[in-house]
């Protein structure tokens, strides 16, 4: 745990930049995260000025892993969508430690190489920069620049992996670092036992990105060629099609965009055990969408219910 005890008084991004942008959201712990109680600790050391100040929490000689890490292979990508820019943590400028820090206007074409870090345990269930409570279990991460929120690509240049996070906090604060990354999103990329890893940042456009990833129906569902069917051939197609199988309009419920196939091809075995449905990824140049369905629209909330049951609860409709 060496290098953690260094790495905590490297981060503390979101809890001090709380007061240096928007200075007015509690520190207590919410419980409001994913995980347990039992699973988020405090250091046994620390003041009650250190529990109860962002500058406190900065402090505090380290951070580290979960007491009981869960599995986070198979935590879902951010899904891009369009929002507004939140009330807090988006002044123009704001100042930290002395230096001034500008925020663009918007994200859009932001692209750039530096270095990730990550933070977990000691800010896991504390407010973010923009006011919503840090999960570092779900794709996250912090940046000094971006908008909030912003979805960006990060990509870990050493073996090609990527996911999509969304920001909603302020940091890292050292000029070498690029993004200051979740708990679940550095152990996708893999730069948990090292702390950091060089990577790109790239901002992506929800609209753009939606457009993009709409399914092609000639190209990921290719319909049967009913050109050459005979009609002795009807029987045959309904003992291959059960009862159940939709028929008319049909949607596909999209769970995740990954950069990495291996990973989709686990979510989709698990989601195959879970669900009631086929599920299929769709391969589209490097992103592999895993999509559940054809879903009939009146068996979309049923649907819906058995993935949130599962755990899967960012599902937007693609058709």
Known sequence: MKYYAKVGQQLGWAALILVAVSGCASHEPTSGSSQPAQNRTEASAESSNDRD???????MSGDAYPLEPPDVSNVPDAVPRDEPL??????????????????LPNA???????????????????????????DMYKMSAAHRS????????????????SVIVRVNDRGPFHSDREIDLSYAAAARLDILDEGTGAVRVEAINPEQWQAQRSPNTSRSAPAPDTATASSSETPERSRDNPPGEPSGEVVYLQIAALGDPQNAQKMR???????????????????????????????????????????????????
């Open 53 to 59: 100040t962002a500058g406190g929490r900065y402090a």
């Open 86 to 103: 939140s009330r807090a943590g988006n002044r123009s400028t704001y100042e930290v430690w002395g230096k001034t820090y500008h925020v």
């Open 108 to 134: 859009d074409g932001y692209s750039k190489q530096g270095l990730a870090s990550w933070y977990g345990e000691k800010f896991h269930g504390y407010a973010t920069s923009n006011g919503e409570i840090y």
């Open 146 to 161: 971006l908008p909030l929120p912003t979805y960006a690509r990060v990509t870990n240049q050493r073996n090609g992996q």
């Open 269 to 319: 075995s698990q989601l195959s055990n879970a669900v009631p449905h086929d599920v299929r990824v769709n391969q589209d140049d490097d992103i592999y969408r895993v999509q559940v369905g054809p879903v009939a629209a009146d068996q979309e909330s049923d649907a819906r219910k058995a993935l949130h049951d599962a755990g899967f609860t960012d599902v937007f409709i693609v058709r």
